[in-house]
């Protein structure tokens, strides 16, 4: 039995979609001006993330929810 496996699709949702959304976000977000996120990392993570879908597949859990937070708040 095979099983499915999305995480070639989250890899590159994340390099093409929520590294450029959290970019065009830059410091302004609420998870950084609450202090729940350290901008200067997570610019890093941001930029190593958008490289490529395979680079972005260490990151690729914690930056969709840091992305879905945000949303969520921004739509508060």
């Known amino acids: 039995m095979l099983r499915e496996n999305f995480g070639h699709l989250m890899n590159r949702a ?3 979609y929520s590294s450029g959304l959290l970019r065009s976000w830059g410091k302004d ?3 950084v001006e ?3 996120l ?3 990392v997570l610019t890093e993570t941001v930029e190593r993330a958008a490289l ?3 680079e972005a597949a260490p990151y ?4 969709f929810l ?3 937070v945000e949303l969520a708040l921004r739509a508060l």
């Open 14 to 16: 994340v390099h093409e």
């Open 29 to 31: 977000l609420n998870l």
């Open 34 to 36: 609450q202090g729940f």
């Open 38 to 40: 350290d901008a200067a």
């Open 52 to 54: 490529g879908p395979d």
């Open 60 to 63: 690729r859990t914690g930056l």
């Open 66 to 68: 840091i992305t879905a």
